[in-house]
């Protein structure tokens, strides 16, 4: 239960919906295996495999939407397609032009769609109304905006803007690497990678690297040079390990021994498991969020569109 990313969001105003009703609008979405003759099917499934579409605990809430694809590679289509292409070509005479082709692949992927391979992956989401935070286990802003479009089309109401701070996160990593110590609660780890603002995109990286005086030398040389830091492995609290990105995403979270011993302690069996670790996953995000955008400056007051159109995240 434990997430592994972050893709962090705010709820832009208190959002006026209850768990009832939260359950409910997601059920206009609910899961349903991928068609034959579809290449994808996208949906909402119980995040406890309980039949509930919310899990809840202690005013904080889990969703879950699953995504199913087909496999089917496009060089199986290309070598098919070319396959009927010469059966055509020996039957009119000549070979099929553009227009022909393009009808002989789309009409080669609906006959070998229906037996193609599926692939089933599910993303995670945390809820935090009371607080206004919003979080997707996931690697990439792609993949949290597959969940964020999907509770769009299912919700009524869903108040959602991105996070911003008063500093970049490229900035502030720099300042701290420049200055070898983290922002207090916050202890700097052995990963960095800088990359040039160049056309070449010139980038250097250290892993599992001591980040000590003889490389922070290097390190602001680099800094000197040009190349600013886009990634850099930090430690909160002595609890929760993280790499930071420009971003302002969070990657390879991991929530260190000590607190995975406390859920193990306080369970007996499965169930009892997952409701001791995703108490304790939220109450430790709860507290590490707020002080990451305290060492970035602050949350940044969002301004008003100037030409009075409402902003995309709020469209």
Avoid at 181 to 206: M, N, Q, S, W
Avoid at 215 to 226: C, D, M, P
Avoid at 250 to 277: N, P, V, W, Y
């Amino acid at each position: 239960m434990w997430f592994k990313n972050l893709q962090i969001y705010r709820l832009s105003a208190p959002w006026a919906i209850d768990l009832a009703k939260l359950d409910e609008q997601l059920a206009r979405g609910e899961f349903t295996r991928c068609p034959s003759n579809q290449p994808m099917s996208r949906g909402w499934v119980s995040p406890r495999q309980d039949g509930a579409l919310v899990y809840a605990s202690d005013r904080q809430w889990l969703i879950a939407l699953a995504i199913e694809q087909r496999l089917l590679p496009s060089s199986v289509v290309n070598e098919t397609a070319q396959e009927r292409a010469e059966q055509i070509a020996d039957q009119q005479g000549y070979a099929p032009g553009r227009k022909q082709m393009k009808e002989i692949r789309e009409r080669v992927t609906e006959e070998l769609m229906p037996r193609a391979f599926t692939r089933k992956r599910k993303t995670f989401v945390w809820i935090d109304p009371q607080n206004g935070w919003f979080c997707v286990d996931a690697g990439s802003q792609a993949k949290a905006e597959e969940v964020i479009e999907h509770l769009r089309n299912c919700l009524d109401d869903f108040p959602l803007k991105a996070l911003h701070t008063q500093r970049s996160p490229q900035s502030a990593m720099a300042d701290w690497l420049a200055g070898g110590e983290a922002p207090a609660g916050f202890t700097i780890d052995r990963d960095c990678e800088l990359k040039a603002v160049g056309e070449e995109k010139a980038a250097v990286r250290y892993v599992r690297h001591p980040l000590g005086d003889e490389v922070g030398g290097e390190i602001k040389s680099h800094l000197a040079a040009g190349k600013l830091p886009t990634r850099l492995a930090l430690t909160w609290d002595e609890r929760i390990s993280f790499v930071l990105t420009e971003k302002l995403e969070i990657k390879r979270l991991t929530f260190l021994d000590l607190l995975k011993e406390e859920a193990e302690m306080s369970a007996e069996h499965a169930d009892e498991q997952f409701d001791a670790d995703f108490a304790l996953m939220t109450g430790e995000l709860a507290r590490f969020l707020p002080q990451l955008v305290e060492a970035l400056g602050g949350e940044q007051a969002e301004a008003a569109p100037v030409d009075g159109s409402v902003p995309p995240w709020e469209a």
